[in-house]
């Protein structure tokens, strides 16, 4: 039996292409967190920068991307990597390592209780 890996992933935004994308969230053999973009093969450690919605006044360009390389590996970061950190309020899914779609976490739904 061969345990799957599971990649948190939040949605964050590249200003070289002027557009949005998904961020697997990755650790680094000595423990530094990446979002890579698999679909431009970059990442970057400014998740909190580029992620959650998108705004004109956010400071976007500040980013520093990097071309995805084999030497930051692709290890899953854990969720008690990220908890502690401000990546956490962040975090819209998961991806499974077999599977392309992200599984984006339910919204809290209001009820009577916490709607007034």
């Known amino acids: 039996m061969t345990i799957e890996k599971i ?3 939040t949605e964050a935004f590249i200003s070289n292409y002027n557009q949005g994308t998904d961020l697997l969230l990755i650790k ?6 990446y979002g890579l973009s698999p679909e431009f ?3 970057t450690k400014d998740i909190a920068m ?3 919605l998108y ?3 956010r400071p976007y360009p500040q980013a520093k991307w990097i071309n995805f390389n084999s030497d930051i590996g692709t290890v899953p970061a854990g969720w008690y990597d990220l ?3 401000s990546i956490s309020n962040f975090i819209i899914g998961y991806r499974l390592e077999s599977e392309l779609q992200i599984h984006r976490f339910k919204k809290n739904q209001p009820t009577k209780n916490n709607s007034e």
């Open 7 to 9: 990649y948190y992933v």
């Open 28 to 33: 680094t053999a000595s423990g530094e967190i």
């Open 41 to 43: 093969e970059m990442c």
């Open 50 to 52: 580029v992620s959650g």
């Open 55 to 57: 705004s004109p006044d």
């Open 83 to 85: 908890n502690n950190t």
